[in-house]
């Protein structure tokens, strides 16, 4: 049976059937879309699920990639600390090898320091067949300068003419004076004369000063006052004391000059059967050193009129109780229009000292690049100057350890100093130049040779000075330069300026060769004593005067010398007055030098004793 004849006739209950039929399918779609809503919630769910899943799935793979960023840029960090490492190291070993290495010239090798341009060769650098600045056709070599022609002169010299001579006759025997051939005495056609130096030991003498007394006689006899009269002594250094001034000058001489220390020169009195205590020719010195205290004071404020002033500072060892603390000795040296070397002591190496010292002073001043000038050039009226050798030093120490870079620096700077040897050798040839036109001479060549070198180590320590290791010899030899550019370069625009601050440091051997022997100085009133006495050794020995001599006329006369006339005693004015004096005929030997001008001779005629030391 079909449907549709299953289906009832009545229209009641076909329309039941629809009615039915309708809410079923009503109640389906419902269902379908709770369904279709659920499933859409279900869908929405799972979106979400799956987005929150691929954003932590993401979030976990940025996490994965700082980590990773991070793990990289520490191991970048590692491998940077271990290369800065490695430099630091091999800097370190460079360093102290060339420590090693300078300590070992130090007590072993040479002192100089020699370069060979032939040098250069090695690191595939062609050398200059000419020295800087010079040009095809240039006039011939100039003739050798006077310290050079001594410097080549060789075998046995000619002996001074002040030494006194002894004559010692050789005569034949009288049985040799006969005739071999007839016997008749022969007669003296000549004499043939040789000679042969000798030396007479250093010798004591007593001086006996004898004071005559005067009295009246006829008012002694009318009982009156006889007038008693004295004659005056000749003033001594130390009022009623054992020493003459000749003593006192040969001890300072030995102690200062010679640097022997007192104990040593006890030991030599007893081999001549005086003993002198050390403690009593201490007691010399301090006393002596107060009493040249003005001269001392009088040359330093010449030298503080100079226009250039060169200074450099040693140690000096001062004993204490447990351990020798560090004092220092600073030189100060004058132009040639100021020609004094000045000493001072000072218990430390605090800027107060050269502060205080160059204060007033207005100029150049060279030295070493110690910051405690720094303040002085801060003031603006003080001009710095730089030392090339110091400059050229650093260098050269790093040879060991940088020698490509070391013999390129110093064939350069070689050639700054050609041109200094050049302006000597011209000026040599004009001796009748003023000071001015020796000048003006060095003025030029530095101008046409000298800055065009300036310019090229410039160029080559900027450079070089990026390619080196940090903390290397080399770098600190480069940024030793950079940092002190401008200074080494001022002396390029005069002529009056030199070229280093060797005059300075020589000055100071006086010091370090004593250092050797007498090792420390007992306290610090006795190092600025000794600063004195080496003040006026030193600039004796500038203007070639014999220290000794020198202090032995100062101590004679200075007692009595009003502080007005100490101009007299300063070295340049007593070689002139000694020369003047020998061109007259008064005096043959610095130990019969002229008393001052306006010195009141004593009453009795002055007593002249050779000194005490050879």
């Known amino acids: 049976m079909s449907i549709v004849e299953q289906l009832p006739t009545e229209p009641q209950a076909l329309m039941e059937i629809i009615l039915r039929q309708r809410a079923e399918l009503n109640q389906r779609e419902s269902a379908l879309e709770l369904c279709d809503l659920h499933i859409e919630k279900i869908q929405q769910e799972a979106a979400a699920a799956v987005a929150q899943r691929e954003a932590a799935i993401a979030e976990r793979e940025r996490q994965i990639a700082e980590a990773r960023g991070k793990l990289a840029e520490k191991e970048q960090a590692i491998e940077q600390i271990k290369r800065e490492a490695a430099d630091q190291m091999e800097a370190l070993r460079l360093k102290h090898q060339a420590e090693v290495y300078a300590l070992l010239r130090r007590f072993y090798g040479p002192r100089n320091e020699r370069f060979d341009p032939a040098q250069l060769v090695l690191f595939g650098q062609l050398v200059a067949a000419e020295p800087a600045g010079a040009a095809a056709g240039q006039a011939p070599p100039a003739p050798k300068t006077r310290a050079e022609r001594r410097r080549d002169k060789h075998g046995r010299q000619k002996l001074p003419s002040q030494l006194e001579r002894v004559a010692v006759p050789c005569d034949l025997s009288d049985d040799k004076k006969a005739c071999p051939c007839c016997g008749k005495a022969r007669r003296c056609i000549g004499k043939v004369i040789s000679e042969v130096l000798e030396f007479f030991p250093a010798c004591f003498k007593v001086l006996e000063i004898i004071q005559h007394k005067y009295a009246c006689g006829d008012c002694e006899a ?44 006890e030991q030599i009195f007893e081999r001549h059967g005086v003993h002198i205590a050390d403690s009593t020719m201490c007691g010399w010195i301090e006393n002596c050193a107060e ?5 001392v004071l009088l040359m330093k404020q010449r030298a503080k009129r100079s226009k250039v002033l060169k200074t450099d500072e040693t140690r000096v ?5 447990k351990q020798c603390k560090k004092g220092r000795i600073w030189a100060y040296l004058g132009d040639p229009c100021n020609p004094y070397i000045i000493f001072e002591y000072t218990p430390d190496r605090t800027n107060q000292w050269p502060v205080a010292w160059l204060e007033g002073f207005g100029g150049f001043l060279q030295a070493d690049a110690y910051s405690g000038y720094d303040a002085i050039y801060r003031a603006g009226t003080v001009i710095e100057v730089a030392c090339w050798a110091h400059a050229r030093r650093k260098h050269f120490d790093a040879k060991d350890t940088d020698a490509r870079r070391s013999a390129e620096m110093l064939e350069m700077v070689r050639q700054l100093y050609a041109v200094e040897d050049e302006a000597k050798k011209q000026i040599a040839m004009l001796p009748g130049a003023t000071q001015e036109q020796k000048d003006e001479i060095r003025r030029r060549l530095r101008q046409s040779q000298s800055v065009p070198v300036l310019n090229k180590i410039k160029q080559w320590l900027d450079k070089e000075g990026q390619l080196v290791l940090p903390r290397s010899p080399m770098a600190e030899a480069i940024n030793y330069m950079l940092n002190q550019w401008q200074a080494l370069c001022v002396y390029a625009e005069h002529g009056f300026l030199d070229i280093d601050n060797n005059g300075s440091e020589r000055a100071l051997k006086l010091i370090a060769i004593g250092r050797r022997n007498w090792l420390f100085v007992g306290n610090d009133e ?14 004796a020995k500038l203007h070639g005067l014999d220290p000794q001599e020198y202090l032995r006329h100062v101590l004679t006369h200075i007692a009595q010398t009003p502080l007005s006339e100490l101009e007299q005693f300063l070295p340049d004015v007593y070689k002139a007055r000694l020369k003047a004096a020998k061109a007259a005929g008064k005096v043959t030997s610095p130990a019969d030098a002229p008393p001052p001008a306006n010195s009141s001779p004593p009453a009795t005629a002055p007593v002249s004793v050779p000194g005490p030391g050879p």
């Open 222 to 265: 009318e009982g009156l006052n006889p007038q008693i009269e004295l004659a005056p002594k000749p003033p001594q250094p130390i009022e009623k004391g054992l020493p003459g001034p000749g003593l006192i000058a040969y001890v300072v001489t030995s102690k200062c000059a010679d640097h022997l220390p007192l104990y040593r020169l």
């Open 526 to 539: 006795f190092g600025k004593h000794y600063a004195r006495f080496y003040s006026l050794i030193a600039s």
């Open 317 to 321: 060892p001062v004993q204490e109780k």
């Open 291 to 295: 009493l040249v205290a003005p001269l």
